[in-house]
């Protein structure tokens, strides 16, 4: 009798289990046939890592032409915001670049790819400034010496290896500086236009314009008469930037450029006015303009993060990190406010993760880049091409 029951009962669970499988596999089938073409087209891929969009270029002609398109390109743009860390290893024998995800640097370096525009080193390659998965990289002549000026500035998209060569045409020979003053490149949406700005060592400011290839000089710029730093931030339609004034004891002062009217506007910053304090760059969280300072002797390291609240009316102290161990101060770099609230940061030429609550005791080793850490860049992965406009 028992051995009875138990057959029937392995017989119904058997029944349960093929019955429960048919209704599931029915389920599917009828949520696949309630998926629109729209949907897969506009909310999925949309949402895809670009990588993943690449690929499904193979899948028709019609995905092709749809994926390809510069509305699903603005559209997938619009929910990309996974940055990667941009490598070129200068001490490579070849001319490669390799990634590094920001959230998950554990995962080390990705395998090196080729450059696709040609240069000589990767010495002669410099990583200059990013924005919406394009990078400006400067290219020097192996025959310049001196190494004072760039002999071409390239648009690149390291995802697709599509580059554009900037045309030369009203260029000032100012445009092509190796200069470490402020280099910006942002994205026009009234003219729907990619630009670049770049700063001389003359404190001269002049705009490239994607769409039209051409160089233009900003005449308004009174206030660039002192020393600028490649430190910047765009916010709202407006870039700041960081200008070191030795006029008023050697402080740090903030000013804003309107995009619109390419008019300049000086932001109080009273927490800059220290002379042991250095500027470690701008970065945007939350809709808010924060500045990194460093503020070091010979025992001891600090690095606060500022928040600017409105056009600068008022600043609050949001982070502030103790590290005794941080070593020069050239060393030390914040890099990525992670998802989990840490801070990706650069320590000499190891990545570590920094809890901001607890910077003393959870510093951590993640990745030891080498050498090659100091030719660095940040930025999205994105289909957006440096040669869309041409025709």
Same mark, same amino acid.
């Given at each position: @009798?028992?051995?009875?029951?138990?057959?029937?009962?392995?017989?119904?669970?058997?029944?349960?289990?093929?019955?429960?499988?048919?209704?599931?596999?029915?389920?599917?089938?009828?949520?696949?046939?309630?998926?629109?073409?729209?949907?897969?087209?506009?909310?999925?891929?949309?949402?895809?890592?670009?990588?993943?969009?690449?690929?499904?270029?193979?899948?028709?002609?019609?995905?092709?032409?749809?994926?390809?398109?510069?509305?699903?390109? =603005?559209?997938?743009?619009?929910?990309?915001?996974?940055?990667?860390? +941009?490598?070129?290893?200068?001490?490579?024998?070849?001319?490669?670049?390799?990634?590094?995800?920001?959230?998950?640097?554990?995962?080390?370096?990705?395998?090196?790819?080729?450059?696709?525009?040609?240069?000589?080193?990767?010495? =002669?390659?410099?990583?200059?400034? #990013?924005?919406?998965?394009?990078?400006?990289?400067?290219?020097?002549?192996?025959?310049?010496?001196?190494?004072?000026?760039?002999?071409?500035?390239?648009?690149?998209?390291?995802?697709?290896?599509?580059?554009?060569?900037? #045309?030369?045409?009203?260029?000032?020979?100012?445009?092509?500086?190796?200069?470490?003053?402020?280099?910006?490149?942002?994205?026009?949406?009234?003219?729907?236009?990619?630009?670049?700005?770049?700063?001389?060592?003359?404190?001269?400011?002049?705009?490239?314009?994607?769409?039209?290839?051409?160089?233009?000089?900003?005449?308004?710029?009174? =206030?660039?008469?002192?020393?600028?730093?490649?430190?910047?931030?765009? +916010?709202?339609?407006?870039?700041?930037?960081?200008?070191?004034?030795?006029?008023?004891?050697?402080?740090?002062?903030?000013?804003?450029?309107?995009?619109?009217?390419?008019?300049?506007?000086?932001?109080?910053?009273?927490?800059?006015?220290?002379?042991?304090?250095?500027?470690?760059?701008?970065?945007? +969280?939350?809709?808010?303009?924060?500045?990194?300072?460093?503020?070091?002797?010979?025992?001891?390291?600090?690095?606060?993060?500022?928040?600017?609240?409105?056009?600068?009316?008022?600043?609050?102290?949001?982070?502030?990190? &103790?590290?005794?161990?941080?070593?020069?101060?050239?060393?030390?770099?914040?890099?990525?406010?992670?998802?989990?609230?840490?801070?990706? @940061?650069?320590?000499?030429?190891?990545?570590?993760?920094?809890?901001?609550?607890?910077?003393? =005791?959870?510093?951590?080793?993640? &990745?030891?880049?080498?050498?090659?850490?100091?030719?660095?860049?940040?930025?999205?992965?994105?289909?957006?091409?440096?040669?869309?406009?041409?025709?």
């Amino acid at each position: @009798m028992a051995a009875k029951k138990t057959h029937h009962s392995h017989r119904r669970r058997k029944a349960m289990a093929a019955k429960k499988t048919h209704h599931s596999h029915r389920r599917r089938k009828a949520m696949a046939a309630e998926l629109s073409p729209d949907i897969v087209l506009f909310h999925i891929l949309a949402r895809l890592p670009a990588k993943s969009v690449v690929r499904f270029k193979c899948v028709s002609k019609g995905w092709h032409s749809f994926l390809t398109t510069p509305m699903f390109t =603005n559209m997938h743009l619009h929910h990309q915001n996974r940055h990667k860390l +941009l490598f070129i290893p200068k001490t490579s024998s070849s001319c490669t670049f390799r990634t590094i995800d920001c959230e998950s640097p554990k995962d080390g370096l990705t395998a090196p790819r080729s450059l696709p525009f040609k240069v000589d080193s990767p010495r =002669n390659v410099s990583i200059i400034t #990013s924005f919406n998965g394009l990078v400006c990289v400067g290219i020097i002549e192996q025959d310049n010496v001196e190494e004072e000026y760039y002999s071409d500035l390239v648009l690149w998209n390291p995802l697709t290896c599509e580059y554009r060569i900037l #045309s030369k045409t009203n260029a000032h020979k100012e445009c092509y500086e190796t200069t470490t003053r402020a280099s910006v490149l942002y994205y026009t949406s009234s003219e729907d236009d990619y630009k670049l700005l770049r700063v001389t060592n003359s404190c001269d400011a002049y705009i490239y314009s994607l769409k039209s290839d051409l160089w233009r000089k900003i005449e308004s710029t009174e =206030n660039f008469h002192r020393w600028i730093s490649n430190h910047c931030a765009l +916010l709202n339609g407006k870039l700041y930037f960081l200008k070191y004034d030795e006029a008023i004891n050697k402080s740090h002062l903030v000013i804003s450029l309107d995009l619109k009217t390419e008019k300049f506007t000086e932001v109080t910053t009273p927490f800059f006015r220290d002379s042991t304090a250095i500027c470690m760059g701008f970065t945007v +969280l939350r809709g808010c303009i924060h500045v990194w300072m460093l503020h070091h002797s010979d025992l001891w390291r600090r690095i606060e993060l500022w928040r600017m609240d409105g056009d600068g009316d008022s600043w609050m102290k949001v982070v502030t990190c &103790t590290n005794a161990a941080c070593g020069c101060t050239w060393c030390v770099q914040p890099l990525h406010l992670m998802a989990d609230g840490n801070w990706l @940061m650069r320590y000499g030429e190891c990545l570590c993760i920094t809890d901001p609550n607890d910077p003393l =005791n959870s510093t951590r080793v993640v &990745t030891d880049m080498g050498t090659g850490i100091r030719r660095r860049g940040k930025c999205i992965e994105t289909l957006v091409s440096p040669n869309q406009y041409m025709k």
